[in-house]
């Protein structure tokens, strides 16, 4: 962050809201059709708002507001390139229909318009704030309901497009798009495992087979995380952790089994934080694993 940015900060009460967030958004309807309503005369005529731009230092605290975003309008750029994306991934895996493709867009749109609108409305409050402790708390408090909406990806199951996509698609497409998701899932996962165990080879040498070896165990005996994000890496070193002793040890010779677990063992310590994130789900990781150990090893990536 700037110096200045910095001497503006220390200088307002407000800094410790630097680690609060972003105002609820209005409850998520299904939209019914290209008219229906959530999104305002814009999103009604399936036009992409342009969020407001806000001057001065209220900027110090767009990246506070919406981590990952170097600002406010950065993150409204972003998130349209990433709906087209999104769009066209559906387009291509269901066949949709001139009419389920505009419903879809103007659910997406009404999801990026009402996260915007929210960190917008935060930064605001941020910078007019007069640090009170209440206030802090509620800021605290949206900001991790905003982090909530974003985390699953802005076109989750619980976004506004998705409560719309599966009430569009018929039992065929849905099935299409459900075993595209679940392909997607598994290959992320697959290549963060391999970015993980790159990482650990470091310290702990392994042959190619050996490698490979740990791949395949983490692919079939533990579930791939709920979410995809900043946390991948401790999400891998917590499976490997908790995976049974005899299962590692069955892969690597003795030192590289205790080299090994003197890297991951502190993973074990992280399971609250992997569930408070939305990665784990407590008390669904047995049917998770069940499920995991049912689905083929291999798995080709498919370009969005």
Request: with cysteine.
């Amino acid at each position: 962050m700037p110096n200045a940015c910095l001497a503006l900060l220390n200088s307002m009460p407000i800094a410790a809201a630097l680690l609060v967030g972003v105002v609820r958004a209005a409850p998520d309807d299904v939209v019914q059709g290209a008219n229906g309503g959530g999104g305002g005369a814009a999103a009604a005529e399936g036009r992409i708002f342009e969020p407001r731009m806000a001057a001065g230092p209220a900027h110090a605290f767009d990246q506070v507001i919406l981590p990952g975003f170097p600002s406010i309008a950065a993150a409204h750029t972003q998130l349209v390139t990433r709906m087209e994306l999104y769009l066209a991934m559906v387009d291509r895996t269901c066949q949709i229909s001139e009419e389920e493709r505009t419903k879809l867009r103007l659910a997406a749109s009404t999801d990026i318009k009402r996260i915007i609108d929210s960190a917008e409305d935060l930064r605001r409050r941020l910078v007019n704030a007069r640090g009170g402790r209440a206030e802090l708390a509620q800021s605290s408090e949206d900001r991790q309901t905003l982090q909530s909406r974003l985390n699953p990806g802005p076109f989750g199951e619980s976004s506004l497009v998705g409560k719309t996509l599966h009430n569009s698609l018929n039992a065929e497409q849905l099935a299409k798009y459900e075993a595209h998701c679940v392909e997607r899932q598994r290959e992320h996962y697959r290549t963060a495992i391999e970015a993980t165990l790159l990482g650990l080879e470091d310290v702990v040498p392994m042959t190619g087979n050996q490698h490979d070896a740990l791949i395949n165990l983490l692919l079939t005996e533990t579930p791939p995380p709920r979410i995809r994000g900043p946390l991948d890496d401790t999400y891998v070193r917590y499976q490997l952790a908790t995976l049974p002793e005899s299962s590692i040890r069955a892969q690597l010779d003795k030192r590289q089994a205790d080299l090994l677990e003197a890297q991951v063992s502190t993973a074990r310590n992280a399971r609250s934080l992997l569930i408070k994130q939305g990665l784990i789900v407590a008390g669904d990781v047995e049917q998770a694993i069940e499920e995991a150990k049912k689905l083929p090893q291999n798995y080709r990536l498919i370009e969005e």
